[in-house]
Structure formats: structure tokens, C-alpha cells
């Protein structure tokens, strides 16, 4: 199938998260928290008074594939059983099989406005040197559309979001198939540029982000380590 018309974007935000997330952790992060192998880095950053700062969340999970972590992150049928931040989610427009359009509504945080958002999500498996398991990323990257139009009082966010993952597979067996998920973890990074859209308290908007966004993950990685439990293995 041809290009679709977000392709030459899709492919520049991909790589440049590919580019970003092996950025070292030194200059500027900060370490805000760690629960077992969550480790959450923040930048503190303004935009004329808005708070924008980066999030930067390293984990590795047991008994998974970055493959089923995407899956469950990027498909749409999954996302009101783990979201616990939204009020709704749709597709709006699919570009191709890969690459969809969501438009979403965000519970209301007190103080600010109810916040909506509308992007693009793209999964690709990016295969390194053969030997390695693949890279699986998801990016979801704020676009406007016709069929999510402004409307105030709600906000619009502006998001550009990254969970890249990769496989390990500790002592693999002779054969293939008699890997186990005790054999499997992944080792994933998630990055969140989120700009609320609109003014927000700081302080304010820096505790949700700073209480929530490991609550998600937290809530995200159990979600998936149970829907694959019993199921085969999803390379
Ligand atoms: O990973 S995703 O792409 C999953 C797609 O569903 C994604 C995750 C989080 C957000 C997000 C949306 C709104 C807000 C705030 C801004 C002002 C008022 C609400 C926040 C702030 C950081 C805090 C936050 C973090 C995590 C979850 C909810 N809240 C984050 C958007 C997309």
C-alpha cells in the first residue's frame, strides 16, 4: 500500500525517539522516583509558563516480550481496561495498518479545564543485527483533524509519546521453542513530552504527573503480564 500523507512525519518523530532514548540520563534529569525496576526521570521545563517537563520512565518487566507490550499499549480495543485517565478514546482514522488516529477525552484533573487530545499512533519492529530480538516501539504523536475539532472549555493537549522496547531472553535454549516466559523480560523506555495545552497550575500539574504517570505504567505492565500469562508467546 502507498504512503499515507502523515508517513514523512511518522518516520522523522520514530527516529528521533530512536535517536533521543540513548541519550545518556546525566545532564538534567532528575531521578523523581523508583519502585522495584521503575526508575522515573524528570526535566523540569516552562513554556511561557506552562509546565512541559519531559518524563523519562526506564523498566524492565519479567515474563514479557516488547512485542506484547506494544501490542497492548497501541491497540485500541485494550485501552479503557488499563487507562484509568480517560473518559474516552476512538479511532478516527486508520493511515494504514500500523498507523491510526486517536481522539481522546481526559478525566478532568482538579483545578485545570478537562483536556482532550487527538494523534497518531504508530507500531513498528525495528530488527537490529539478527541475533538480538527485534526493537518495538509505539509513538503517539499529537495531529489535528477535521473530525476532532477545538472545542472550548476543553484543551487540547499536545503530546508526543514514546514506549520502546527490547526483548532479552536470559539462558535461551537450544531450541526456540522451549523458551518459557521465566526465560523472558522486557527492558522498556518511556518517554512523555506532554504540554497540557493550556495554563495550569505548576505545582499542580507536577504532582499528577509525578503521581501518575508511574501509577499508569505500574497499572499498564500488570494489565499485560496478565492478559499474556496463559497465552503463547508473542515474539
Ligand atoms: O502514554 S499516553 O500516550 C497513553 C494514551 O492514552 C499518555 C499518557 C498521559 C497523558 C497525559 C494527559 C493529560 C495530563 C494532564 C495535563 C493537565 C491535566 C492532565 C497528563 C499529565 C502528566 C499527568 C498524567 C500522567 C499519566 C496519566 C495521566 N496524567 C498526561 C497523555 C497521553
Redesign the pocket.
Known sequence: KGKHRLANDVERVVQEHLTYVREEMCDGWDLIHEEGKMKVYRREVEENGIVVDP?KIFHSIQGVTGHEICHYFWEYQY?MEW?T??DS?KIIEALDQDTVI?F?M?KR?WP?AQ?D?C?WSHIRCISNSEEDQPTWLVV?YTTPHPLAPIKPPQVR?I?N?A?ICETIINEPPLNPKDIKRENIQCKLA?V?F?N?GGW?PSAA?RN??KR??P??LRRFTSYVIEQTRDKPILF
Open positions: 518524563l485501552r487507562e485517565t480517560l478514546t486517536f481522546q481526559h484533573v485545570t483536556r487530545s494523534f503517539n493537549l503530546a509519546v514506549m518511556y512523555a506532554v497540557p495550569v500539574v499528577v504527573a501518575e504517570y501509577r499508569f
